[in-house]
């Protein structure tokens, strides 16, 4: 073998496995969900009357950034790993079905009781992201669990809720995306309500939230394909990948629109270079390039405000960021949405985020055969993993 060889050989040796079938991903991917899970239960108990929205997402950003500083400490080729906020905390109440994550200057009225609160966050460990979305009733108090008699709304969660097991459930190796919109069409169907249709679900990768690989939650008619929609590709999962499983589903139409809630959340588009003429859009962008080069952040980690808010407008005009826009509902529609991580292992689909649906939602739907089915066997999974679990700690118990 010439050198020329050896060097390139040894190029290839080196490369890094970015992919599950890299055990150490599978860890950061795995440690990353449970920072996930333990913000999204700390926010859960945070809803309550009173509480203040930002505030709300100032907590579930302060339990990420300190549960990351406790891992990874060590230096990696001299550099420190990056590790952090990987979405950044939204709280959506009511008609508002995500992305609001409001500065300090233009908070709204706190929540109150029985007000419809949607979560959603990530949080990453050197790029490997995971992320979930919750919706819950604001309760009376802290003891005081919500009556759940919002048949409505109640359905509408329920619907939600299985449709993002459904779909998780569907998303393994050699399946297509088409496979899982089918599956999320059938269950809202079957309980009356609609997908959001801008909604989709998204293949992560390493520092990259929304990759190429995605699924629509529903196919778009032909009158919605003459306005614009856009069908999403076929696809097929692959094993080794990673999915953002994302569900909203809605008793109205499905036709999101912006309010005029101030877009606060944005994305670098890192294909786009253009020379910005305000002093305030270069301040952004240099911001954005240092702390926010890949992955969705918010503009109150900026500590000069106004020119963000100023700044922020230019770099949009020429495609420097990508916002993601505060989306409503029509008033009195219910809305819910929930959201999970799935690890496509060797074993098969892995649910590694996402908190059960609160007890109080119901419905007097039952799903369809085939739903029932797969909501059957999803459930004889978890109680086995329960009890083998169970079984663990009660033998390491004995043995101490």
Do not use: W
């Amino acid at each position: 073998m010439s050198s020329d060889e050896e060097s390139v050989g040894s190029n290839a040796s080196e490369e890094e496995i970015t992919d599950l079938s890299n055990s150490d991903v599978c860890t950061k991917h795995v440690e990353a969900s449970k920072i996930v899970n333990l913000a999204l239960q700390g926010l859960v108990q945070q809803c309550i009357p009173g509480a203040k929205v930002v505030d709300l997402c100032q907590f579930g950003a302060t339990v990420i950034d300190a549960s990351v500083a406790k891992l990874y400490n060590k230096k990696v080729n001299g550099q420190p790993v990056e590790k952090g906020v990987a979405f950044p905390v939204c709280i959506s109440v009511n008609d508002i079905v995500c992305n609001h994550s409001p500065l300090a200057s233009e908070e709204l009225e706190p929540l109150k009781e029985g007000d419809v609160v949607k979560i959603d966050l990530g949080c990453h460990i050197d790029g490997y992201i995971s992320v979930a979305a919750h919706t819950l009733v604001v309760p009376a108090g802290p003891d005081s669990p919500p009556a759940g008699d919002d048949e409505v709304l109640g359905n509408v969660a329920v619907a939600a809720y299985n449709a993002m097991l459904v779909a998780a459930d569907a998303i393994k190796a050699g399946a297509t995306n088409a496979d899982v919109t089918k599956a999320v069409e059938r269950v809202a169907s079957n309980y009356g309500v609609s997908p959001i249709s801008t909604v989709r679900m998204h293949q992560m990768k390493r520092f990259v939230i929304d990759g190429v690989k995605e699924v629509a939650l529903k196919e778009p008619t032909a009158d919605e394909l003459e306005e614009g929609e856009e069908k999403v590709p076929e696809c097929t999962f692959e094993q080794g990948e990673v999915y953002a499983v994302d569900v909203a589903l809605s008793t109205g139409d499905g036709k999101v629109r912006p309010g005029t809630l101030r877009t606060t959340v944005f994305k670098r588009n890192v294909e786009t270079s253009y020379k910005l003429k305000m002093k305030a859009s270069r301040y952004v962008l240099s911001e954005v390039d240092k702390k926010f080069p890949t992955l969705p952040f918010t503009l109150r980690h900026f500590e000069e405000e106004t020119q963000a808010k100023m700044g922020v407008q230019e770099c949009v005009a020429h495609g420097l960021l990508t916002p993601y826009p505060c989306l409503h509902e029509k008033a009195g529609e219910k809305v819910a949405h929930f959201k999970c991580t799935v690890l496509l292992l060797p074993s098969g689909t892995s649910r590694v985020t996402g908190l059960d649906m609160p007890e109080y939602f119901k419905t007097d739907k039952t799903p369809d055969e085939e739903t029932g089915k797969v909501l059957a066997a999803i459930a004889e999974k978890a109680a086995k993993k329960a009890k083998k679990k169970a079984a663990k700690k009660k033998k390491k118990k004995a043995s101490s």
